[in-house]
């Protein structure tokens, strides 16, 4: 099992075959070459069976005129924001694997197409003949028009300045470490699988904590594994904050550009754990776990593994943080 702290570098994993055969009521077309949303992808009668469909399924969070309530909007500037630039198997696969938010996984993939389709026709965007396809192929072959990035609230110049609080290690091993081995615990845990309860260790006691499912009686274990993965991309730029320094007391090498590498390459590992956590697919995240591995011990070989010296572990712990 692949872990941040280096216990075993072998990663377990599922093999998932999954296929899916779909007969469309309308003509549908599948297309050879990357197109926009604005080349007419979609039937006015597929976005007629969105609507309806959006209307028991989504609006209750998203707003009757996909404005945005207690989730968020699906038209205009800041939803193209977030999905411009991106195919549509993107949108779809969001919608078919996590929504609704009461009930994820319940749409067919059919439906999820009909649900785009409505999706483009709410936002201005034209018709056709023929009807979106639902496979994912044809869904990775439109793309929505880049979007604006929304303005910044504040300038930067104004933003408060906030000096770290706690050193390096406090860090790690107060988000990374267990952020991280929630994703290392999908390689033989299924997210979608029932939670167990934790079991007390005697008469009179209260059940274990268990770092890994702390949240389980709140969120789905899915949940949990998406927040972990935000967690890991969020936190990561923290190994970059001025003045921030080691557990031994010397100051993090925020400059080096290997360290800024190292700490570029945990975060976009975070956000392709919550990438494949969306997916809903268990292989998926555990193949992540390969990457998550190797991110961690890019870093720790150079900075925190320092072995084979003189001085036993006081004098590797005192070396840390220096190449």
């Keep these: 099992m692949r872990t941040c702290f280096g216990v075993s570098r072998a990663a377990l994993g599922l093999v998932v075959a999954v ?30 069976r969105g609507s309806a469909l959006y209307r028991a399924q989504c609006a209750k969070c998203h707003g009757d005129a996909l404005e945005g309530r207690s989730g968020p909007p699906l038209v205009g500037s800041e939803f193209l924001s977030v999905w411009g630039a991106q ?24 439906e999820t ?24 192929a044809a869904l990775k ?27 390096l290690a406090q860090v790690m091993r107060g988000i990374l470490f ?16 029932p939670v167990k309860p934790s079991q007390p260790t005697g008469p009179g006691t209260a059940p274990t904590f268990n770092w890994v499912d702390w949240g389980s009686g709140i969120y789905t274990g899915w949940q949990i594994v998406d927040y972990a993965a935000i967690a890991i991309a969020e936190s990561a730029p923290l190994m970059l904050t001025p003045g921030r320094r080691c557990e031994n007391g010397k100051p993090v090498p925020v400059d080096r ?18 990438k494949a956590s969306q997916t809903r697919n268990q292989q998926a995240v555990s193949d992540i776990t ?10 720790h070989s150079v900075y925190r593994d320092k072995r084979g010296g003189r001085g036993g572990i006081a004098a590797a712990s005192a070396a840390r943080c220096t190449p």
């Design 19 to 48: 296929g899916v055969i779909l007969e469309s009521p309308m003509p549908v077309l599948h297309a050879q070459q990357t197109r926009s949303a604005n080349d007419g992808v979609y039937s006015d009668a597929q976005a007629t």
């Design 87 to 110: 195919p549509l198997s993107e949108l779809a696969g969001k919608i078919r694997n996590t929504m609704p938010a009461d009930s994820p996984g319940k749409l067919k993939p059919a």
């Design 113 to 136: 197409a009909d649900l785009v389709a409505y999706v483009l026709q709410a936002g201005k965007f034209p018709s056709g003949r023929n009807e979106l396809a639902s496979d994912d």
């Design 141 to 167: 072959s439109v793309t929505l028009p880049a979007g604006r990035p929304p303005a910044a609230a504040t300038a930067a110049s104004q933003a408060p300045a906030f000096p770290p609080a706690g050193n």
């Design 178 to 193: 267990p952020s991280s081995n929630i994703i290392f615990n999908v390689q033989l845990n299924d997210p979608g699988a």
């Design 257 to 274: 550009p290997d360290w800024i590498k190292f700490t570029q390459e945990m975060a976009d590992v975070g956000r392709a754990a919550y």
């Design 290 to 299: 390969a990457q998550l591995s190797d991110a961690c011990f890019h870093c």
